[in-house]
């Protein structure tokens, strides 16, 4: 049956950027280069989409453990950037359960309600 | 249809073939990814499933050059088994959906990491780059 999936709140910085660029290889300069990202329609610096994500595949895992690992699914949409600075919550609303199959509304928003990452999440029940 | 030179994903068309690509993840990464992320879940010996796909990706980068104004705007991904750290990994990708939409190409990059010979990760990409990016 579903379990609740309890939140992970983070607040984001540029340190914590950096450390995801040098960890996944993805050194884009949006994400990275303050003056570049200056440059562009942002106005400055973002987070990976993945990094953000990682907050979301965080929050399963505590919750399903290896289940997550051997049988979760994600299907997401990025929707808006992530600032070094915003706290970030991810979160998970039981949607339905059917064949054993347990189904999340996912979520990831900041500190004003912003939608950054919305989408569903599923892992096997059994 | 193969590649081994970085082009912009744009200039991709549906149904292109990546190369296949050989990694793997050690336990020294996988700390550095979970240290990144702030995740101090525990993992064991196995590898995030995201840590995976974001590798994957990078990986698929080298074949793939990204053009100024590219953004990252869904993702999927399938865990079929758990991966652990030092396992060979093989990745294998291609362009899965392709279409334009004012002066963007929207491309889906789909791939899978597979070890031992069975899928462990599956995912999808979806990529939106300026029509024409260098």
Redesign the interface.
Known sequence: MSIDVLPVV?TLTQT?LN??A?????H?PIHVDEAFAQT?PFGGTIA????V???V??MM??AYG?R???????????KAPTRPGDTVTASAEAAREADGVAEYAVQCANQRGEVLIEGRATVSAA | MTSTARTSISAFPRGHEFDASRFSLSAE?VA??L?????A?D?GA?V???AA???G??AL?EQIA?P??S?????????????RCGDELVLTGRIAQRSERQGFVISVIEFEVTAGGEAAVRARATIMAPAGGA
Request: hydrophobic residues 35%.
């Open positions: 983070r914590q450390a995801y040098e960890a996944s290889g993805d884009n562009t990976h989409g993945m990094l994500l990682a907050l595949g965080e895992h505590a290896e997550w690992l051997t049988s979760g699914k994600l299907k997401v949409r990025f | 990464q550095a990814y240290h990144a992320t702030g995740d879940g993992y196995h995030p499933p995201l796909v974001a590798l990706l990078r980068q990204l100024e104004g953004l990252h705007t869904g993702q999927e991904a399938e865990h079929h088994a758990a991966l």
